[in-house]
Protein backbone atom coordinates (compact mmCIF):
# COMPACT_ATOMS: atom_id res chain seq x y z
CA UNK A 1 0.00 0.00 0.00
CA UNK A 2 3.18 2.47 -0.77
CA UNK A 3 4.25 2.32 2.98
CA UNK A 4 7.04 4.15 2.17
CA UNK A 5 5.22 7.69 0.95
CA UNK A 6 2.66 6.73 3.78
CA UNK A 7 4.60 6.75 6.74
CA UNK A 8 3.73 10.44 7.65
CA UNK A 9 -0.07 9.74 7.19
CA UNK A 10 -2.24 9.93 10.40
CA UNK A 11 -6.06 8.58 10.30
CA UNK A 12 -9.33 9.74 11.41
CA UNK A 13 -13.05 9.51 12.31
CA UNK A 14 -16.88 10.16 13.58
CA UNK A 15 -19.62 9.14 16.46
CA UNK A 16 -21.85 11.51 17.78
CA UNK A 17 -24.49 13.11 19.94
CA UNK A 18 -27.16 15.53 19.33
CA UNK A 19 -26.55 19.10 18.48
CA UNK A 20 -27.61 22.36 18.28
CA UNK A 21 -25.94 25.22 16.17
CA UNK A 22 -27.56 28.59 16.64
CA UNK A 23 -26.61 31.08 14.42
CA UNK A 24 -27.76 34.95 13.64
CA UNK A 25 -31.05 33.96 16.02
CA UNK A 26 -32.01 31.21 14.19
CA UNK A 27 -31.87 27.33 14.48
CA UNK A 28 -28.94 26.33 11.82
CA UNK A 29 -27.90 23.14 12.11
CA UNK A 30 -29.01 19.63 13.61
CA UNK A 31 -26.65 16.52 13.72
CA UNK A 32 -28.25 13.13 14.10
CA UNK A 33 -26.89 10.27 16.16
CA UNK A 34 -24.18 7.95 14.64
CA UNK A 35 -25.07 5.29 12.28
CA UNK A 36 -23.13 2.19 12.16
CA UNK A 37 -22.69 0.63 8.63
CA UNK A 38 -20.32 -2.42 8.79
CA UNK A 39 -21.11 -5.07 10.89
CA UNK A 40 -18.62 -8.13 10.23
CA UNK A 41 -15.54 -8.97 12.73
CA UNK A 42 -12.93 -7.65 10.23
CA UNK A 43 -11.69 -4.54 10.29
CA UNK A 44 -12.95 -1.80 8.02
CA UNK A 45 -11.43 1.36 6.90
CA UNK A 46 -12.02 4.64 5.28
CA UNK A 47 -8.93 5.85 3.36
CA UNK A 48 -6.16 7.69 4.81
CA UNK A 49 -5.08 9.82 2.09
CA UNK A 50 -7.82 12.26 2.04
CA UNK A 51 -9.85 10.63 -0.72
CA UNK A 52 -13.61 10.99 -0.36
CA UNK A 53 -15.30 7.65 1.07
CA UNK A 54 -18.60 9.82 0.86
CA UNK A 55 -20.64 11.20 -2.62
CA UNK A 56 -23.95 12.18 -2.59
CA UNK A 57 -26.01 13.48 -5.42
CA UNK A 58 -30.07 14.67 -4.34
CA UNK A 59 -31.41 11.94 -1.84
CA UNK A 60 -28.68 8.78 -2.80
CA UNK A 61 -25.54 8.56 -0.82
CA UNK A 62 -22.71 6.62 -1.67
CA UNK A 63 -19.49 5.20 0.58
CA UNK A 64 -16.98 3.33 -0.40
CA UNK A 65 -14.59 1.28 2.03
CA UNK A 66 -11.65 -1.14 2.39
CA UNK A 67 -12.31 -4.85 4.61
CA UNK A 68 -10.30 -8.14 5.25
CA UNK A 69 -13.91 -10.21 5.64
CA UNK A 70 -12.63 -12.11 3.09
CA UNK A 71 -9.30 -13.20 3.92
CA UNK A 72 -7.68 -10.10 2.06
CA UNK A 73 -8.50 -6.43 1.51
CA UNK A 74 -11.49 -5.36 -0.69
CA UNK A 75 -13.59 -2.38 -2.05
CA UNK A 76 -16.90 -2.21 -0.45
CA UNK A 77 -19.90 -0.15 -1.38
CA UNK A 78 -23.10 1.02 0.33
CA UNK A 79 -25.68 2.95 -0.60
CA UNK A 80 -28.78 5.23 1.13
CA UNK A 81 -31.86 6.38 -1.32
CA UNK A 82 -33.28 8.33 1.06
CA UNK A 83 -30.79 10.79 2.09
CA UNK A 84 -28.73 8.76 4.63
CA UNK A 85 -31.95 7.94 6.81
CA UNK A 86 -31.71 4.08 6.09
CA UNK A 87 -28.57 2.13 3.87
CA UNK A 88 -28.87 -0.45 1.69
CA UNK A 89 -26.75 -3.80 2.39
CA UNK A 90 -22.87 -3.83 1.97
CA UNK A 91 -21.73 -5.06 -2.00
CA UNK A 92 -18.65 -6.14 -2.55
CA UNK A 93 -16.61 -4.25 -5.67
CA UNK A 94 -13.83 -6.58 -6.04
CA UNK A 95 -13.01 -9.75 -6.08
CA UNK A 96 -9.48 -10.81 -6.94
CA UNK A 97 -6.74 -12.04 -4.49
CA UNK A 98 -4.62 -9.14 -4.60
CA UNK A 99 -4.81 -6.60 -2.03
CA UNK A 100 -7.13 -3.39 -2.84
CA UNK A 101 -7.98 -0.17 -1.22
CA UNK A 102 -7.99 3.24 -0.35
CA UNK A 103 -10.44 4.15 -2.44
CA UNK A 104 -12.23 7.38 -3.49
CA UNK A 105 -15.99 7.76 -5.01
CA UNK A 106 -17.54 10.68 -7.05
CA UNK A 107 -20.93 10.95 -8.36
CA UNK A 108 -22.91 12.95 -11.30
CA UNK A 109 -26.60 11.95 -11.37
CA UNK A 110 -26.97 8.73 -11.48
CA UNK A 111 -23.60 7.68 -12.84
CA UNK A 112 -21.01 6.81 -10.12
CA UNK A 113 -17.53 6.14 -9.86
CA UNK A 114 -15.23 4.30 -7.78
CA UNK A 115 -11.17 4.50 -7.93
CA UNK A 116 -8.99 2.42 -6.18
CA UNK A 117 -5.07 0.80 -5.44
CA UNK A 118 -4.94 -2.77 -6.32
CA UNK A 119 -2.05 -5.19 -6.54
CA UNK A 120 -3.30 -8.09 -8.36
CA UNK A 121 -0.76 -7.86 -10.77
CA UNK A 122 2.25 -7.62 -7.63
CA UNK A 123 2.73 -4.55 -8.48
CA UNK A 124 -0.30 -1.41 -7.43
CA UNK A 125 -1.76 -0.17 -9.52
CA UNK A 126 -5.01 2.07 -10.00
CA UNK A 127 -8.46 0.98 -11.03
CA UNK A 128 -11.68 2.14 -11.51
CA UNK A 129 -14.98 0.91 -11.72
CA UNK A 130 -18.77 2.61 -12.44
CA UNK A 131 -22.26 2.25 -12.10
CA UNK A 132 -24.42 3.72 -14.56
CA UNK A 133 -28.08 3.52 -12.63
CA UNK A 134 -27.05 4.94 -9.35
CA UNK A 135 -25.07 2.10 -7.90
CA UNK A 136 -27.34 -0.51 -8.41
CA UNK A 137 -25.20 -2.34 -11.22
CA UNK A 138 -21.36 -1.98 -11.65
CA UNK A 139 -19.41 -2.76 -14.39
CA UNK A 140 -15.70 -4.43 -14.85
CA UNK A 141 -12.62 -2.99 -13.06
CA UNK A 142 -11.01 -0.98 -15.64
CA UNK A 143 -7.40 -0.42 -15.20
CA UNK A 144 -6.26 3.72 -15.04
CA UNK A 145 -2.73 3.63 -14.49
CA UNK A 146 -0.16 2.54 -17.74
CA UNK A 147 3.12 3.74 -16.31
CA UNK A 148 5.65 1.10 -14.61
CA UNK A 149 6.24 1.23 -10.81
CA UNK A 150 3.97 1.24 -8.28
CA UNK A 151 1.18 3.18 -8.40
CA UNK A 152 -2.02 4.15 -5.69
CA UNK A 153 -3.66 6.58 -3.07
CA UNK A 154 -6.13 8.12 -5.62
CA UNK A 155 -8.68 10.55 -5.60
CA UNK A 156 -11.18 10.79 -8.28
CA UNK A 157 -13.14 13.50 -9.36
CA UNK A 158 -16.44 13.89 -11.92
CA UNK A 159 -17.90 17.19 -14.13
CA UNK A 160 -19.78 16.32 -16.88
CA UNK A 161 -18.40 13.81 -19.33
CA UNK A 162 -14.95 13.59 -17.65
CA UNK A 163 -13.77 11.56 -15.06
CA UNK A 164 -10.67 12.97 -13.56
CA UNK A 165 -8.21 10.81 -11.06
CA UNK A 166 -5.02 11.65 -9.68
CA UNK A 167 -3.11 8.96 -7.78
CA UNK A 168 0.96 8.71 -6.23
CA UNK A 169 3.37 6.89 -8.18
CA UNK A 170 6.38 5.32 -6.49
CA UNK A 171 8.67 4.78 -9.60
CA UNK A 172 12.55 5.76 -7.50
CA UNK A 173 13.48 4.53 -4.21
CA UNK A 174 13.41 8.01 -2.13
CA UNK A 175 11.01 9.47 -4.13
CA UNK A 176 7.15 10.15 -5.72
CA UNK A 177 5.48 11.77 -8.08
CA UNK A 178 1.64 13.23 -8.13
CA UNK A 179 0.55 11.85 -12.00
CA UNK A 180 -3.24 12.82 -13.43
CA UNK A 181 -5.43 10.40 -15.82
CA UNK A 182 -8.55 11.32 -17.65
CA UNK A 183 -11.00 9.56 -19.04
CA UNK A 184 -13.77 11.48 -21.82
CA UNK A 185 -15.79 8.01 -21.98
CA UNK A 186 -17.11 7.06 -18.90
CA UNK A 187 -14.23 4.96 -17.46
CA UNK A 188 -14.06 2.14 -20.94
CA UNK A 189 -10.76 4.05 -21.78
CA UNK A 190 -8.04 6.28 -19.85
CA UNK A 191 -5.95 8.57 -22.12
CA UNK A 192 -1.51 8.64 -21.16
CA UNK A 193 -0.96 9.94 -17.60
CA UNK A 194 0.19 13.08 -16.99
CA UNK A 195 3.15 14.12 -14.27
CA UNK A 196 1.76 16.82 -12.44
CA UNK A 197 4.51 17.36 -9.76
CA UNK A 198 8.58 17.42 -10.29
CA UNK A 199 10.61 17.53 -7.75
CA UNK A 200 12.85 15.25 -5.94
CA UNK A 201 11.40 14.23 -3.02
CA UNK A 202 8.05 12.81 -2.10
CA UNK A 203 5.28 13.83 -3.62
CA UNK A 204 1.91 12.45 -1.92
CA UNK A 205 -1.27 12.66 -0.90
CA UNK A 206 -2.91 14.41 -3.84
CA UNK A 207 -6.64 15.87 -4.06
CA UNK A 208 -8.46 16.88 -6.97
CA UNK A 209 -11.33 18.94 -7.19
CA UNK A 210 -13.36 19.74 -11.36
CA UNK A 211 -15.77 22.30 -12.17
CA UNK A 212 -16.50 22.48 -15.71
CA UNK A 213 -13.23 22.28 -17.73
CA UNK A 214 -10.99 23.58 -15.23
CA UNK A 215 -9.55 20.51 -12.94
CA UNK A 216 -7.41 21.43 -9.59
CA UNK A 217 -4.93 19.02 -7.94
CA UNK A 218 -3.67 19.46 -4.38
CA UNK A 219 -0.82 17.64 -2.87
CA UNK A 220 2.43 18.05 -0.22
CA UNK A 221 6.05 17.37 -0.92
CA UNK A 222 8.85 17.22 0.39
CA UNK A 223 11.44 19.41 -2.21
CA UNK A 224 12.94 21.03 0.44
CA UNK A 225 13.82 18.47 2.74
CA UNK A 226 11.74 15.65 4.61
CA UNK A 227 10.81 17.74 8.04
CA UNK A 228 9.80 20.76 5.31
CA UNK A 229 6.36 19.71 3.78
CA UNK A 230 4.73 21.95 1.62
CA UNK A 231 1.70 22.09 -0.08
CA UNK A 232 1.21 22.76 -3.77
CA UNK A 233 -0.68 23.26 -6.02
CA UNK A 234 -1.65 22.80 -10.06
CA UNK A 235 -5.01 23.27 -12.23
CA UNK A 236 -5.66 22.79 -15.89
CA UNK A 237 -8.59 25.13 -17.67
CA UNK A 238 -9.47 22.65 -20.31
CA UNK A 239 -10.31 19.32 -19.23
CA UNK A 240 -7.22 18.26 -18.70
CA UNK A 241 -5.56 18.41 -21.71
CA UNK A 242 -2.69 21.09 -20.91
CA UNK A 243 -1.23 22.07 -17.49
CA UNK A 244 -0.19 25.50 -15.72
CA UNK A 245 3.08 25.74 -13.63
CA UNK A 246 3.18 24.27 -9.99
CA UNK A 247 2.41 26.96 -7.45
CA UNK A 248 3.76 26.79 -4.05
CA UNK A 249 0.70 27.20 -1.63
CA UNK A 250 2.78 27.49 1.74
CA UNK A 251 5.60 29.08 3.26
CA UNK A 252 7.16 27.11 6.28
CA UNK A 253 9.64 25.04 8.09
CA UNK A 254 7.89 22.39 9.29
CA UNK A 255 5.16 20.02 7.73
CA UNK A 256 2.42 20.84 5.65
CA UNK A 257 0.77 17.56 4.89
CA UNK A 258 -2.28 15.94 3.28
CA UNK A 259 -4.42 18.43 1.43
CA UNK A 260 -8.36 18.49 1.07
CA UNK A 261 -9.33 20.77 -1.95
CA UNK A 262 -12.56 21.54 -3.13
CA UNK A 263 -14.37 24.02 -6.06
CA UNK A 264 -17.34 25.81 -6.57
CA UNK A 265 -17.46 27.67 -9.56
CA UNK A 266 -14.75 30.12 -9.27
CA UNK A 267 -13.69 30.34 -5.93
CA UNK A 268 -11.24 26.99 -5.23
CA UNK A 269 -10.21 26.46 -1.66
CA UNK A 270 -7.34 24.04 0.24
CA UNK A 271 -7.59 22.96 3.52
CA UNK A 272 -4.61 21.48 4.91
CA UNK A 273 -2.65 20.49 8.35
CA UNK A 274 0.22 22.19 9.22
CA UNK A 275 2.93 22.42 12.36
CA UNK A 276 4.06 25.63 12.02
CA UNK A 277 2.32 26.10 15.84
CA UNK A 278 4.06 23.82 17.74
CA UNK A 279 1.40 20.94 16.87
CA UNK A 280 -0.74 20.22 14.14
CA UNK A 281 -3.42 22.78 13.43
CA UNK A 282 -6.06 23.13 10.17
CA UNK A 283 -5.71 25.68 7.89
CA UNK A 284 -7.35 27.24 4.80
CA UNK A 285 -6.37 28.94 1.79
CA UNK A 286 -8.79 30.15 -0.90
CA UNK A 287 -8.77 31.82 -4.49
CA UNK A 288 -11.40 33.59 -6.14
CA UNK A 289 -10.59 33.78 -9.58
CA UNK A 290 -9.80 30.24 -10.82
CA UNK A 291 -6.58 29.44 -8.97
CA UNK A 292 -4.59 32.10 -10.36
CA UNK A 293 -4.56 34.06 -7.14
CA UNK A 294 -4.65 33.22 -3.10
CA UNK A 295 -5.63 34.48 -0.43
CA UNK A 296 -3.27 33.94 2.97
CA UNK A 297 -3.04 31.22 5.04
CA UNK A 298 -6.26 31.24 7.89
CA UNK A 299 -5.53 29.52 10.66
CA UNK A 300 -9.03 26.99 11.61
CA UNK A 301 -8.20 25.50 14.66
CA UNK A 302 -6.82 26.73 17.75
CA UNK A 303 -6.36 23.97 20.22
CA UNK A 304 -3.10 22.85 22.29
CA UNK A 305 -3.29 19.39 20.74
CA UNK A 306 -3.45 18.08 17.75
CA UNK A 307 -5.81 18.06 14.67
CA UNK A 308 -5.01 16.01 11.75
CA UNK A 309 -6.32 14.94 8.39
CA UNK A 310 -9.25 17.93 6.92
CA UNK A 311 -12.05 16.41 4.30
CA UNK A 312 -13.43 19.44 2.64
CA UNK A 313 -16.67 19.93 0.77
CA UNK A 314 -17.88 23.35 -1.43
CA UNK A 315 -21.39 24.01 -1.96
CA UNK A 316 -22.58 27.82 -2.96
CA UNK A 317 -20.69 29.73 -0.35
CA UNK A 318 -20.62 26.83 2.04
CA UNK A 319 -17.70 24.96 3.01
CA UNK A 320 -17.74 22.07 5.24
CA UNK A 321 -14.71 20.99 6.80
CA UNK A 322 -14.20 17.53 8.96
CA UNK A 323 -11.01 16.53 11.15
CA UNK A 324 -9.75 14.17 13.70
CA UNK A 325 -8.69 15.93 16.95
CA UNK A 326 -7.03 14.59 19.82
CA UNK A 327 -8.00 17.62 22.53
CA UNK A 328 -10.28 14.95 24.02
CA UNK A 329 -7.57 12.67 24.80
CA UNK A 330 -8.73 10.19 22.41
CA UNK A 331 -9.20 10.94 18.74
CA UNK A 332 -12.52 12.31 17.80
CA UNK A 333 -14.41 13.96 14.40
CA UNK A 334 -14.84 17.84 14.70
CA UNK A 335 -16.86 20.22 11.93
CA UNK A 336 -16.59 23.62 10.82
CA UNK A 337 -18.61 25.71 8.47
CA UNK A 338 -18.57 28.40 6.40
CA UNK A 339 -21.24 29.71 5.07
CA UNK A 340 -19.13 32.85 2.75
CA UNK A 341 -16.99 31.43 0.90
CA UNK A 342 -14.32 31.09 3.89
CA UNK A 343 -13.96 34.80 4.81
CA UNK A 344 -15.27 33.69 8.40
CA UNK A 345 -15.70 30.47 9.68
CA UNK A 346 -18.00 28.99 13.31
CA UNK A 347 -16.63 27.54 15.66
CA UNK A 348 -15.36 24.17 16.33
CA UNK A 349 -17.91 21.34 16.43
CA UNK A 350 -16.99 17.86 18.33
CA UNK A 351 -19.24 15.31 16.33
CA UNK A 352 -18.15 12.35 18.44
CA UNK A 353 -18.53 11.69 21.90
CA UNK A 354 -16.85 8.20 22.50
CA UNK A 355 -13.87 6.39 24.22
CA UNK A 356 -12.72 4.95 21.14
CA UNK A 357 -10.51 5.85 18.31
CA UNK A 358 -12.60 7.97 15.32
CA UNK A 359 -10.70 8.68 12.66
CA UNK A 360 -9.75 9.37 8.55
CA UNK A 361 -13.42 11.25 8.20
CA UNK A 362 -14.99 12.32 5.12
CA UNK A 363 -17.93 14.99 4.36
CA UNK A 364 -19.73 15.16 1.51
CA UNK A 365 -22.89 17.52 0.48
CA UNK A 366 -26.17 17.57 -1.34
CA UNK A 367 -29.01 19.36 -1.32
CA UNK A 368 -29.79 21.19 2.59
CA UNK A 369 -28.21 17.69 4.09
CA UNK A 370 -24.46 17.15 5.15
CA UNK A 371 -22.54 13.51 4.81
CA UNK A 372 -19.82 12.39 7.21
CA UNK A 373 -18.20 8.75 7.18
CA UNK A 374 -15.35 7.86 9.08
CA UNK A 375 -13.57 4.71 10.67
CA UNK A 376 -14.01 4.18 14.23
CA UNK A 377 -13.32 1.15 16.54
CA UNK A 378 -15.95 1.46 19.35
CA UNK A 379 -17.01 -2.14 18.51
CA UNK A 380 -13.82 -3.65 19.36
CA UNK A 381 -12.29 -3.58 15.95
CA UNK A 382 -12.54 -0.66 13.22
CA UNK A 383 -16.28 -0.17 11.68
CA UNK A 384 -17.01 2.46 9.38
CA UNK A 385 -19.94 5.18 11.16
CA UNK A 386 -21.73 7.37 8.99
CA UNK A 387 -23.41 10.93 10.60
CA UNK A 388 -25.70 13.53 8.91
CA UNK A 389 -26.88 17.15 9.24
CA UNK A 390 -29.95 17.29 7.73
CA UNK A 391 -30.58 20.83 7.39
CA UNK A 392 -26.67 21.26 7.36
CA UNK A 393 -26.30 22.84 4.12
CA UNK A 394 -28.85 25.82 4.10
CA UNK A 395 -29.28 27.78 1.07
CA UNK A 396 -29.29 26.35 -2.23
CA UNK A 397 -26.41 25.28 -4.38
CA UNK A 398 -25.26 27.20 -7.30
CA UNK A 399 -23.93 24.22 -9.14
CA UNK A 400 -22.98 23.90 -12.64
CA UNK A 401 -23.69 21.60 -15.39
CA UNK A 402 -25.88 18.10 -15.20
CA UNK A 403 -25.61 18.76 -11.62
CA UNK A 404 -29.40 20.13 -11.76
CA UNK A 405 -30.49 17.95 -14.83
CA UNK A 406 -34.07 19.00 -14.31
CA UNK A 407 -33.53 22.62 -15.61
CA UNK A 408 -31.86 23.94 -18.48
CA UNK A 409 -30.28 27.57 -19.40
CA UNK A 410 -28.27 29.06 -21.74
CA UNK A 411 -27.55 32.92 -22.47
CA UNK A 412 -27.28 34.34 -25.81
CA UNK A 413 -25.16 36.11 -27.17
CA UNK A 414 -22.23 35.24 -24.98
CA UNK A 415 -19.73 36.91 -24.40
CA UNK A 416 -21.82 40.20 -25.16
CA UNK A 417 -21.11 43.98 -24.70
CA UNK A 418 -24.48 45.60 -24.10
CA UNK A 419 -27.69 43.13 -23.78
CA UNK A 420 -27.84 39.09 -23.38
CA UNK A 421 -31.00 37.17 -23.52
CA UNK A 422 -31.02 34.25 -20.51
CA UNK A 423 -33.41 31.81 -21.70
CA UNK A 424 -34.15 28.75 -19.46
CA UNK A 425 -36.30 25.76 -19.32
CA UNK A 426 -38.02 23.34 -16.56
CA UNK A 427 -39.05 19.65 -16.82
CA UNK A 428 -41.11 20.24 -13.25
CA UNK A 429 -43.21 23.13 -12.22
CA UNK A 430 -41.67 25.22 -9.32
CA UNK A 431 -42.99 27.36 -6.34
CA UNK A 432 -40.02 29.68 -6.55
CA UNK A 433 -37.84 30.68 -9.78
CA UNK A 434 -34.81 33.62 -9.64
CA UNK A 435 -31.82 34.25 -11.74
CA UNK A 436 -29.14 35.23 -10.20
CA UNK A 437 -25.99 37.27 -11.83
CA UNK A 438 -22.54 37.04 -10.00
CA UNK A 439 -19.12 38.18 -10.84
CA UNK A 440 -16.03 36.11 -10.09
CA UNK A 441 -15.46 36.94 -6.58
CA UNK A 442 -19.39 35.30 -5.70
CA UNK A 443 -21.33 39.32 -5.36
CA UNK A 444 -24.15 39.06 -6.20
CA UNK A 445 -24.87 41.81 -9.23
CA UNK A 446 -28.28 41.48 -10.10
CA UNK A 447 -31.48 39.40 -9.16
CA UNK A 448 -34.39 38.37 -11.45
CA UNK A 449 -37.06 37.45 -9.16
CA UNK A 450 -38.92 35.10 -12.23
CA UNK A 451 -42.72 34.77 -11.98
CA UNK A 452 -44.11 31.65 -11.22
CA UNK A 453 -46.92 31.56 -13.79
CA UNK A 454 -43.75 30.07 -16.13
CA UNK A 455 -44.00 26.91 -14.37
CA UNK A 456 -42.56 24.12 -16.17
CA UNK A 457 -42.94 26.71 -19.32
CA UNK A 458 -39.64 28.15 -21.33
CA UNK A 459 -39.25 31.81 -21.01
CA UNK A 460 -36.27 34.30 -20.91
CA UNK A 461 -35.07 37.60 -19.08
CA UNK A 462 -32.75 40.37 -20.90
CA UNK A 463 -29.64 41.57 -18.51
CA UNK A 464 -28.68 44.71 -19.83
CA UNK A 465 -25.28 45.60 -18.23
CA UNK A 466 -25.52 49.03 -18.46
CA UNK A 467 -28.16 49.21 -15.83
CA UNK A 468 -25.41 47.69 -12.99
CA UNK A 469 -22.87 50.47 -12.91
CA UNK A 470 -23.57 51.02 -9.16
CA UNK A 471 -22.46 47.47 -8.63
CA UNK A 472 -18.66 48.44 -10.03
CA UNK A 473 -19.49 46.02 -13.26
CA UNK A 474 -16.78 45.64 -15.52
CA UNK A 475 -15.12 43.33 -18.70
CA UNK A 476 -14.52 39.70 -17.36
CA UNK A 477 -16.53 36.84 -16.36
CA UNK A 478 -19.69 36.39 -14.79
CA UNK A 479 -21.90 33.60 -13.47
CA UNK A 480 -25.66 33.58 -14.39
CA UNK A 481 -27.28 30.74 -11.97
CA UNK A 482 -31.30 29.89 -12.41
CA UNK A 483 -32.20 28.76 -9.21
CA UNK A 484 -36.03 26.54 -9.26
CA UNK A 485 -36.86 25.26 -5.32
CA UNK A 486 -33.77 23.45 -4.21
CA UNK A 487 -32.66 22.28 -7.97
CA UNK A 488 -29.97 25.12 -10.01
CA UNK A 489 -27.80 25.94 -12.99
CA UNK A 490 -24.96 27.54 -13.98
CA UNK A 491 -23.81 29.54 -17.19
CA UNK A 492 -20.82 31.37 -17.41
CA UNK A 493 -20.65 34.77 -19.38
CA UNK A 494 -17.91 36.59 -21.00
CA UNK A 495 -19.14 40.90 -20.45
CA UNK A 496 -16.86 42.54 -22.67
CA UNK A 497 -16.73 46.61 -22.38
Not at 208 to 217: K, L, M, N, Y
Not at 352 to 366: I, Y
Not at 460 to 472: L, N, T
Request: a negative charge; one cysteine or more; charged letters at 20%.
Amino acid sequence: MLNRVRSALITRTVPAALMLVVQGGFLFAQWESDVRLTNDSDSSYTSNNNAWCVAAHEDTVHVVWYDNRDGNYEIYYKRSEDGGATWGADMRLTNDPGLSCMPSVAVSGSEVHVVWEDDRTQDPEVYHKRSTDGGVTWGSDVLVTTVAGSQGMPSVAVFGGGIHVTWTDVTLMGNSEIYYGCSTDVGTTWGTPFRISNATGFSTSSSIAAHESDIHIAWHDSRFGWWNNEIYYRCSLDGGTTWGLETRLTEDTTFSNVPSIAVSGNNVHVVWEEMRDGNFEIYHKRSTNGGQDWTSDARLTTNTADSHCPSLTASGSNLHVVWQDNRDVNEEIYYKLSNDHGSSWDPDMRLTVEQSVSQNPSVASSGAKVHVVWGDDRDGNWEIYYKRNPTGNTGIEKLAGNAASTIQLTAMPNPFTKLTTVSFGLEHSAERIGLSIYDATGRLVKYFSVSTSYLSNSASVVWDGRDDHDKQMGSGVYFVTLEADDRSVTEKILVVK
